[in-house]
């Protein structure tokens, strides 16, 4: 099981951009998906999710109204779409998949539980 991110890079402050997460080995539609992140000295952070059964999601408050969580299953790929980048939302990004979403949401406050899939992760840099 493997899931892969792609789309990060160096964006200046106010620009845009779109990360993908395609899974392989296994098929997404089952799981409940999440992305996260983990700045330079910062501890990993929940980000976003998205259900599986009907496809509702969740933002943390300091990316709500900027960040969008969507799914494709037919692609088997998830989406981060990102706009109007701050510096601080320099970071790791981080998709996960996990079948019950409830792990996703509690893997980074609960130590005994871990998601069955993390991608390797990829840097997102936004310059002032």
């Known amino acids: 099981l493997q899931l892969v991110e792609s789309g990060g890079g160096l964006v200046q402050a106010g620009g845009s951009l779109r990360l993908s997460c395609v899974g392989s080995g296994f098929t997404l539609d089952y799981y409940a998906i999440a992305w996260f992140r983990q700045a330079p000295g910062k501890e990993r952070e929940g980000v976003s999710c998205i259900a599986t059964s009907d496809g509702s999601t969740t933002y943390a408050d300091s990316v709500k109204g900027r960040f969008t969580i969507s799914r494709d299953n037919a692609k088997n790929t998830a989406y981060l779409q990102i706009v109007s980048l701050k510096p601080e939302d320099t970071a790791v990004y981080y998709c996960?998949?996990?079948?019950?979403?409830?792990?996703?949401?509690?893997?980074?406050?609960?130590?005994?539980?871990?998601?069955?899939?993390w991608g390797q992760g990829i840097l997102v840099t936004v310059s002032s």
């Open positions: 996960a998949a996990d079948p019950i979403l409830h792990t996703l949401v509690v893997v980074t406050t609960d130590k005994d539980r871990d998601v069955e899939v």
